[in-house]
């Protein structure tokens, strides 16, 4: 008895025609053209009522009296202080954060150690930790009645209500920026390039600005962009601390709000356009670094 031979598989090569045959596609994602016109339009009608008119609206208040009248607001003592304090707090805050960011990341990227966990905790406290509660924070530790207040005011150390205060606020809410954008990088990038450096005879030092430092620049360059917008634009936390002086204590975004709150629109809003120009700055500069960041990482795939 035979038995009927029994079909054989079909391989690549027994079906050329079938291996050419597109992939099928579900229908379930093709939508209808009305459904992605319906989307795309909730989503540009999302952006003009919540982000372009509310610049227009900035920019129309700050011109609505004219250039002199604008310039006159943006030019005056108190704004020029403001200005000022505002450059200094980030100036300090930013290297600050930078150095601290750096060091952080390439301790938790590249080493294992006890505390980690922690350490990786501290660095997100300010992100789950309101501005004001950390104000309130500065108030408890450096305040007249505060824990250190009494020693200080011995000294004639002055932190509260003055450029100290407003720096050690300024850090607090900025410092997690850079730290957090370079972890997950240095983590991707592995320690094989750096393991590779010190086996050829290169010092650490030498390693970090010649290996590591080079690898993570435009994250770098990033997370510094980011942390300086927040250093200059941060207001929770630095009211709590700044004692409202005019002409000392005031960032840029404070003074906006004694301006608006003396029914001076006109001021406030020319005011605000600095730092409404500072978001715009910020944006241009962040959509460039991501363009060279994913540039540069395909430049790191090896071609085929």
């Not at 604008?70 to 704004?79: G, K, M, N, Q, R």
């Not at 304090?85 to 150690?113: D, R, S």
């Not at 824990?147 to 410092?175: C, M, N, Q, S, Y």
């Amino acid at each position: 008895m035979t038995s009927a031979a029994l079909p054989l598989p079909e391989t690549t090569a027994q079906s050329p025609a079938r291996r050419a045959e597109p992939v099928p596609v579900l229908a379930a994602t093709l939508e209808p053209r009305w459904v992605r016109a319906l989307l795309i339009t909730v989503g540009l009608a999302f952006l003009t009522l919540f982000l372009f008119v509310p610049l227009a609206a900035v920019f129309a208040e700050a011109f609505k009296k004219g250039w002199r009248v604008y310039l006159a607001a943006i030019t005056e003592d108190d704004a020029l202080s403001a200005i000022r304090l505002t450059l200094i707090a980030a100036g300090i805050a930013v290297p600050l954060n930078l150095v601290f960011g750096v060091a952080a990341a390439w301790a938790i990227a590249k080493f294992e150690f006890r505390g980690k966990s922690v350490l990786l905790t501290l660095i997100d406290l300010p992100f789950s930790v309101s501005p004001v509660i950390s104000g309130l924070i500065y108030v408890l530790l450096f305040g007249a009645q505060g824990w250190f207040g009494e020693w200080l005011r011995d000294h004639e150390i002055k932190i509260l209500f003055a450029v100290p205060g407003i720096v050690l606020a300024t850090v607090f809410v900025t410092f997690p920026f850079v730290a957090r954008e370079l972890i997950p990088l240095m983590e991707s990038q592995g320690s094989e390039e750096e393991e590779a450096a010190l086996v050829l005879g290169a010092s650490g030092w030498r390693t970090f600005w010649h290996v590591t430092l080079p690898n993570v620049k435009w994250g770098l360059l990033y997370g510094v962009i980011l942390c300086n917008a927040r250093a200059m634009g941060e207001f929770g936390a630095v009211s709590v601390v700044s004692g409202h002086i005019r002409g000392e204590t005031n960032t840029l975004p404070l003074q906006v709000e004694i301006l608006y709150n003396e029914y001076n629109f006109t001021a406030a809003f020319a005011v605000a356009s600095l730092l409404t120009l500072l978001a715009l700055l910020t944006l241009a500069l962040k959509a460039l670094v991501e363009w060279r960041t994913n540039e540069f990482r395909h430049q790191q795939i090896p071609q085929e």
